[in-house]
C-alpha cells in the first residue's frame, strides 16, 4: 500500500475532470474555457437544489 502525501493530490477540474494543479490560474478549473463552462451550468439551471418546490403553499383552499 502506497501512502500519497497531501502535496501530491490533485484537484479535479469541476467541469472535465482533469487534474489540475492548485497553482492553476484558473483554479479550482484547469482552464479559463472550463470555468465560463461551469458558470454557465448554473446559469442555465442545470444545478438544481434538492428539496426546493417540493412544499408549495396554496391558497385556493384550506380557508377554515
Ligand atoms: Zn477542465
Redesign the pocket.
Known amino acids: 500500500m502506497k501512502l500519497v502525501s497531501a502535496t501530491e493530490m490533485k484537484f479535479r477540474?469541476?467541469?472535465?475532470?482533469?487534474a489540475?494543479e492548485r497553482t492553476s490560474d484558473y483554479f479550482p478549473?484547469?482552464?479559463d474555457?472550463?470555468k465560463t463552462t461551469d458558470l454557465g451550468r448554473w446559469a442555465a439551471g442545470e444545478y438544481s437544489i434538492p428539496g426546493e418546490n417540493a412544499y408549495i403553499p396554496d391558497d385556493s383552499e384550506g380557508h377554515f
Do not use: D, G
Open positions: 477540474c469541476p467541469t472535465c475532470r482533469k489540475v478549473f484547469c482552464s474555457r472550463c
